[in-house]
């Protein structure tokens, strides 16, 4: 009986301690590129104004404002934006940090501290979104064929 209550009393200060939350609410952003539409989630102790790709450093960019210390979690698809062997780099303010990474069902999901007052995060890639849809490639082809052959046609009936 004496042994039950300190064990109490040793497990019932575990149960006091508030919970602190590692991530705030998942929110979701809408990023429209190239096209097609992406719904990316994320959680973060702050607000997320602007999310978009540059083309030439094969990067999301991401504006950040009113961020306190938090962990950043971004449920990346793997047809936005890729990295060979999982590779990522992670970049604060142009300052670059470790993460970790989860990859589940065609999405990379990446988690990284971010510092209170942080304005810009960038996750640079090997790979983004193409360019140049697929779909626009098949009707610039559709198109040179249809020329070609208006050409061919009209060569004939002159003659």
Same mark, same amino acid.
């Given at each position: ?5 300190? +064990? @109490?009393? !040793?497990?019932?200060?575990? #149960? ?8 705030? &609410?998942?929110?979701?952003? *809408? ?48 047809? +936005? @934006?890729? !990295?060979?062997?999982?590779? #990522? ?8 940090? &470790?993460?970790?990474?989860? *990859? ?56």
């Amino acid at each position: 009986m004496f042994k039950i209550k300190y +064990l @109490i009393l !040793a497990i019932l200060p575990i #149960f006091l301690i508030p919970q602190i939350p590692i991530y705030s &609410d998942e929110s979701k952003y *809408i990023l429209n590129t190239d096209e097609q539409t992406f719904e990316i989630a994320y959680s973060l102790d702050g607000q997320v104004i602007a999310m978009a790709i540059d083309h030439e450093l094969n990067s999301l960019l991401i504006g950040i404002t009113e961020v306190k210390d938090s962990t950043f979690q971004i449920t990346l698809p793997q047809n +936005l @934006i890729a !990295a060979e062997n999982n590779e #990522f780099a992670v970049l604060i303010d142009q300052v670059e940090v &470790d993460y970790d990474i989860s *990859i589940q069902d065609n999405v990379s999901v990446l988690y990284f501290f971010v510092p209170a007052d942080s304005q810009e995060i960038e996750i640079i890639g090997t790979q983004v979104i193409p360019e140049f849809p697929l779909g626009a490639l098949v009707v610039f082809a559709t198109m040179i064929v249809v020329v070609t052959l208006v050409t061919k046609i009209g060569k004939f009936r002159i003659r």
